[in-house]
């Protein structure tokens, strides 16, 4: 009976330990995760994927190679579950063009400005925008922004010749998947 006493302690503070290194590491715990994360989300992720505004684009832009297909899916960080849906292409040309064309596009899809326009990038060119469209209790977002080689880098995405030829940029819509509002990336 002692020896029994002495597992469930050692269990207890085991399991203690697992929980609060979880929270030490941003990391939750197989309860938490299953319990707040992206189970039951396949619905709304394809209501995401159904938005006009990511098959949408500018006159001359192309889709480059290994960006082919709309990515869509729900990923878990820190424990905040995201919903997500996006498209990247390449355009030869001004980056206000882009700007101009989803300013056009969203509004038209009963999107609406959810700040000022992200103002320039260190070439002196537009850097990006962010848009939201509430939906009863949750937020959604619309981002669209220029693709840099750090943010390939992180992503682990090589990118191809295409991105030599013109800027790349990426049409973003994000949703919170415990409805809670959404955000642009900075």
Not at 39 to 65: F, H, M, N, Q
Not at 98 to 114: D, L, M, S
Not at 142 to 158: G, P
Request: some cysteine.
């Amino acid at each position: 009976m002692a020896l029994h006493t002495g597992t469930g302690r050692c269990a207890a503070l085991l399991s203690t330990v697992a929980v609060a290194a979880g929270a030490l590491t941003g990391c939750q715990s197989i309860a938490d995760a299953s319990a707040s994360g992206c189970d039951g989300t396949e619905s709304r992720v394809e209501k995401l994927e159904s938005y006009g505004v990511l098959g949408s684009r500018p006159e001359g832009a192309i889709v480059p190679k290994g960006f082919e297909k709309l990515e869509s899916d729900c990923w878990q960080d820190s424990g905040d579950a995201q919903l997500y849906a996006s498209r990247t292409y390449v355009l030869r040309g001004d980056k206000a063009e882009v700007a101009a064309h989803y300013r056009t596009v969203a509004e038209q899809e009963g999107w609406k400005p959810a700040r000022p326009d992200q103002g320039s990038s260190n070439d002196g060119q537009f850097a990006g925008l962010c848009f939201t469209r509430a939906e009863g209790d949750r937020a959604t977002a619309l981002d669209v922004y220029f693709l840099t080689k750090e943010i390939l880098e992180a992503e682990e995405r090589k990118p191809g010749p295409e991105f030599g030829s013109g800027s790349g940029y990426r049409v973003e819509i994000t949703a919170a998947a415990d409805g809670s509002p959404a955000d642009c990336s900075d």
